[in-house]
T-cell receptor, first 114, second 110 residues
Framework: DTEVTQTPKHLVMGMTNKKSLKCEQH?????MYWYKQKAKKPPELMFV???????INESVPSRFSPECPNSSLLNLHLHALQPEDSALYLC?????????????FGPGTRLTVL | EDKVVQSPLSLVVHEGDTVTLNCSYE??????LLWYKQEKKAPTFLFML????IEKKSGRLSSILDKKELFSILNITATQTGDSAIYLC??????????FGKGITLSVRP
């Protein structure tokens, strides 16, 4: 089983709203990732968690706040977003934070900021 | 700065054709190269290559890595309309970060 699940599938929010994206995997993976993907562009890395600790933050604005409550869950809290933040947000996981471990992606959350 | 270049950027073929997708890279501390297929949603894993010259094969898809010349190819034989997708090449380098190419849009016509 190589399934990563994400909820919700679609999200529409105003610039003053607070919302959260959720990601879950039950493969025993200890590294989890958030990516942002704009139309016709490749995924861009936002955050990496390794063993539930934030290990990489790719200079992401503070209106995006990640959280890893346990080894199976990864959240992305959203607050005061801008219309240009509209994108597909992808979660991925891998066995360990190591280059030889495949990252498996979830189906993504399509976010629209009005 | 790590760099991954895919070519061609788009390709239109007819069912039954064979296609070759290219990926070249410049990455610090290369660890692995991955191919993904992306249709309407998330990238789906196809292959991971770490050793040069070893071919990975799954059905009609195969891939090989040349670590000396810093490139990989993805071959698809007997293409079907279901192969229409964006094919992403990504390379894991220092800190295990994946650097993606821009992707190759493949359209297979009946």
């Amino acid at each position: 089983d190589t399934e990563v699940t994400q909820t919700p599938k679609h999200l529409v929010m105003g610039m003053t709203n607070k919302k959260s994206l959720k990601c879950e995997q039950h493969m025993g993976h200890r590294a989890m990732y958030w990516y942002k993907q704009k139309a016709k562009k490749p995924p861009e890395l936002m955050f990496v968690y390794s063993y539930e600790k934030l290990s990489i933050n790719e200079s992401v604005p503070s209106r995006f706040s990640p959280e890893c409550p346990n080894s199976s869950l990864l959240n992305l809290h959203l607050h005061a977003l801008q219309p240009e933040d509209s994108a597909l947000y992808l979660c991925a996981s891998s066995q360990v934070r190591g280059g030889e471990d495949t990252q498996y992606f979830g189906p993504g959350t399509r976010l629209t900021v009005l | 700065e790590d760099k991954v270049v895919q070519s061609p950027l788009s390709l239109v073929v007819h069912e039954g054709d064979t296609v070759t997708l290219n990926c070249s890279y410049e990455v610090t501390n290369f660890r692995s190269l991955l191919w993904y297929k992306q249709e309407k949603k998330a990238p789906t894993f196809l292959f991971m290559l770490t050793s040069s010259g070893i071919e990975k094969k799954s059905g009609r898809l195969s891939s090989i890595l040349d670590k000396k010349e810093l490139f990989s190819i993805l071959n698809i034989t007997a293409t079907q309309t279901g192969d229409s997708a964006i094919y992403l090449c990504a390379v894991a380098g220092a800190n295990s970060k994946l650097t993606f190419g821009k992707g190759i849009t493949l359209s297979v016509r009946p």
